[in-house]
């Protein structure tokens, strides 16, 4: 499901965006169609195209690939004109869409904001709302945070809170994450689980391309709007409230790192209601199809109306699959003419462009949960890692294969028994229904990596505008940074007299003094600073409290901000192909007086890499951690000497392993009660 930005040669890359107005693309099995609510008309007129193979109609329509009947030069510039008036009706359809997906989100949101704190009916929310970790270590991090945010009255009461840790032993992927939970879950509440709408969010990993997660979690993401602060847990729920209302009893299993922003209509509601899976579907560019699942539509009903939201079943579903294996299995489908503002576009309006749907959430009834449930028993021990979305969902529809089985080209690591297990899922769902819920206009956005999140905090006019975000959350500011606010970002944080914050940055969590200079494109998070510093453009740092030896410590962990923490080498001879701030790991090793090794790196030898890489020096203090790994910084930026050979130095993987949530959240607290104290001082010198 998740994938990288669109435009891999840039770190300000554009989201994943579905067009903003309703996309007639697909068809509806008339077993779903009866037993949904039939879709309210679109407000505006629908785009002409329908997802059919090449040189078939559909509904009429005619498909690319069918000759053209028209002729002459008249008709040719009868068909210019036509373009024209069409690329200025879609223009205008782009901008009604846009205002209808903002107030849905502000509704959204105001219903949440009216939850959080009060105890809520039974039917109204989510009967049980579970978290996963990926260890014990993770596991606690997120219970003494879901504890905090329930004292703090952040969120409803009444609801079953859960963190669920993967059981120890091999990684076993978010489809074994999800196993597990039913087995969980029944195990906690017996028979009754089956009758409770549960939201299961996958949140463990180590989110290793967006490391100010990686202490506390992708789910505790801060984000810019709310009072208090809205974190990514806030904003699944609040996008998500009107979902139990119309579920059957069942599980909702998502994502802790995406953000799905949707109208449907003013009477319609998306519904949960179906037997087998359900899933939300956005169109997208093709590009974005590469990285994502992709459905293959079964052929639209000619009664199917086209609006904000259809109901289709699906005839199978290809994951992260190729243009050509789009086009050839029917995926692709024309939508018009595109206004410029859509993925696909290119920028021109009079271009026909083409969109796939997309995956994001899916849902399961109890009775498919139950039948996965058997199946985790059987299996017993899972020993590979399982993909819910690529394993799962492969596994279904008309036109469902086992060939994927045998397909590691997606996979990060290959695992002996993960074929026999695929194949096992496959004879395990094979037959069940896969229904598609299109929201034709909605918009997905991944926040799992630096760029995505430097992006969409601070660039992304559309998103900023769609959740009212701003450049300035809880925190106390100089006017100087105030005014620089519409393309940086601070969250939660203090910022002394004369300090400045360039544009594309975030800063979270963090107390700068006076005189403290963030450069541009770069993430700033949990550092204390004291003294004048420069923090140099395009870096990340972020300060995490570790126990040693029984004593609380710090680590500053720094870097650049397209540096690959993933990338790893199984040779030491290779090291000088791991790049920090782009420049080789090797020179920048010579500059600090630090020699390659085995003890270089921690873990096993095939984890080389900075992930693993003993470079952040431990010490006593929050700022003079902060000072040294800005010693590191500039040190291999300018190549200046750093000496680090008298320091104790701990890995990023270390860091993490040792880590002392407790103090962290001590610290972010420290930052509430000086930013409420100081903000009451204000109001009452005004």
Request: glycine content about 8%; proline content about 6%.
């Amino acid at each position: 499901m998740k994938g990288a930005p669109t435009d891999p040669t840039s770190c300000l890359s554009p989201s994943r965006l579905a067009p903003s107005r309703p996309l007639p693309c697909l068809p509806a099995s008339s077993s779903w169609q009866r037993g949904a609510r039939a879709p309210r008309a679109s407000r505006w007129p629908a785009l002409a195209g329908m997802c059919a193979p090449p040189g078939r109609r559909s509904n009429g329509l005619l498909w690319r690939g069918q000759p053209s009947r028209a002729g002459g030069g008249s008709a040719a510039q009868a068909r210019k004109q036509r373009d024209g008036e069409e690329g200025a009706a879609a223009m205008q359809a782009a901008g009604e869409a846009e205002v209808l997906l903002q107030a849905a989100t502000r509704e959204r949101l105001e219903k949440f904001a009216q939850l959080r704190g009060k105890t809520v009916e039974t039917g109204t929310f989510w009967d049980i709302v579970v978290i996963t970790a990926v260890d014990k270590k993770q596991e606690i991090a997120y219970q003494q945070q879901l504890s905090q945010k329930l004292k703090r009255k952040e969120l409803p009461l009444g609801v079953q809170y859960h963190v669920f840790v993967d059981p120890p032993g091999p990684k076993i992927g978010n489809g074994g994450s999800t196993l597990h939970v039913l087995q969980c879950l029944e195990e906690r509440y017996g028979d009754k689980w089956d009758s409770f709408t549960v939201i299961l969010i996958h949140s463990g990993g180590y989110s290793q391309r967006l490391p100010n997660a990686s202490a506390l979690g992708k789910i505790f993401t801060a984000l810019p709007f709310g009072d208090p602060v809205y974190q990514m847990l806030d904003l699944k729920l609040a996008m998500y409230i009107d979902f139990p209302l119309h579920m059957n009893p069942g599980i909702l299993i998502t994502c802790a790192d995406d953000i799905e922003l949707y109208s449907t209509g003013a009477t319609e509601f998306i519904r949960f209601d179906q037997p087998g899976f359900t899933a939300l579907a956005h169109p997208s560019s093709l590009t974005i199809g590469t990285t994502h699942g992709v459905f293959v539509l079964e052929p639209a009903s000619l009664l199917t109306e086209k609006g904000q939201l259809e109901y289709r079943s699906c005839h199978r579903f290809l994951h992260k699959p190729s243009i050509a294996r789009m086009r050839q299995s029917g995926a692709v489908c024309e939508r018009g003419h595109c206004p410029a503002s859509s993925p696909g576009g290119q920028g021109n309006s009079n271009v026909i462009s083409e969109c796939v749907y997309t995956d994001s959430l899916f849902y399961i009834d109890h009775t498919t949960a139950k039948l996965l449930l058997a199946f985790y028993k059987q299996v017993g021990v899972l020993c590979c890692e399982i993909d819910a979305y690529g394993d799962f969902l492969q596994a279904l529809g008309p036109g469902a294969t086992p060939n994927y089985a045998k397909n590691i080209e997606n996979v990060t690591k290959e695992e002996s028994g993960l074929v026999e297990i695929r194949e096992k899922i496959f004879g395990l769902l094979k037959g069940l229904p896969l229904n598609v819920v299109l929201l034709n206009n909605s918009k997905f956005y991944h926040i799992g990596t630096t760029c995505e999140y430097l992006f969409h905090f601070t660039s992304d006019r559309k998103l900023k505008s769609e959740m009212g975000l701003m450049p300035n959350v809880f925190s106390i500011c100089p006017n100087s940074v105030e005014d620089t606010g519409k393309s940086a970002c601070i969250i939660h944080s203090i910022l002394g007299p004369r300090c400045s914050v360039a544009p594309g940055s975030v800063v979270e969590y963090s107390w700068l003094g006076p005189e403290v200079s963030v450069g541009a494109n770069s993430i700033i998070s949990g550092c204390y600073i004291d003294t004048k510093a420069d923090i140099p453009p395009n870096t990340f740092i972020a300060t995490l409290s570790v126990r040693i030896d029984g004593e609380v410590m710090y680590v500053s962990m720094a870097f650049g901000i397209e540096d690959n923490l993933k990338k790893k080498v199984t040779d030491l001879a290779d090291t000088h192909l791991i790049n920090f701030l782009g420049i080789s790991l090797g020179q920048c090793l010579e500059l600090w007086g630090l020699r390659i090794s085995d003890e270089l790196f921690s873990g096993d030898e095939t984890c080389r890499g900075l992930w693993t890489a003993r470079l952040f020096p431990i010490c006593s203090t929050l700022s003079d951690s902060l000072k040294v790994s800005l010693g590191i910084l500039n040190s291999a930026q300018n190549m200046l000497p750093f000496k680090l050979n008298g320091f104790k130095l701990l890995s990023i993987e270390e860091m993490l392993r040792h880590k002392d949530v407790e103090d962290m959240l001590r610290f972010r607290h420290q930052l509430y009660e000086e930013i409420s104290l100081q903000k009451l001082k204000r109001e009452s010198d005004l």
